[in-house]
């Protein structure tokens, strides 16, 4: 398991971070999981895997790599789809990486997640704001905060899509 230390010390790759040549399936894998493994050290199955990224293909959450070669783009969306897979639906996650991308280049999208993501780690695990003797209640008060700010994305994310749909409609 993680320590706060860990998480203080942790660091999201930027953009150009992420090699800017083609890769193959094992090395997109092996990048992928060297990034997120602190986050899923505790879990029995492995993180990432060849079916997973091609199902997510599939389900048109990433774009087809071209010659079996995947770039910098790839990396960051499976990034950040490993990242918020145990928080949000695939379709929540898509829809949100789709409201980024209207908005934004891919790399300023990507790299604002990685600025945001690393000041929540830190806000989360400040030793000065947590407790250092945790009671149930601090506990549970996590928890319904984890639930309701994950309502809270996922509200974002499917007012920002029915504005999107009705402003192209018009």
């Known amino acids: 398991m993680f320590t706060r230390e860990d998480i203080r010390n942790y660091h999201c790759p930027r953009w150009k971070e ?72 695939l379709t929540d996650i898509g829809n949100g990486i789709s ?15 990685c600025d945001e993501l690393e000041a929540a780690l830190a806000m989360a695990f400040d030793e000065k704001e947590q407790p250092t003797r945790r009671k149930p209640q601090d506990i549970i008060q996590t928890i319904a905060l984890a639930f309701a700010y994950t309502l809270l994305a996922r509200y974002y994310i499917f007012s920002e899509k029915e504005t999107s749909t009705a402003e192209e409609t018009k």
């Open 18 to 89: 992420w090699p800017g040549i083609e890769l193959y399936m094992d090395q997109v894998i092996s990048l992928i999981e060297e990034s997120v493994s602190l986050f899923y050290e505790d879990l029995p199955a492995k993180s990432v895997t060849s079916t997973m990224i091609n199902n997510y293909v599939k389900q048109k959450i990433i774009v087809p790599s071209k010659n079996k070669k995947y770039h910098r783009e790839h990396l960051a969306y499976l990034y950040v789809l490993f990242l918020l897979k145990p928080v949000l639906s």
């Open 99 to 113: 409201f980024m991308q209207n908005n934004q280049t891919n790399e300023e999208s990507y790299d604002l997640f």
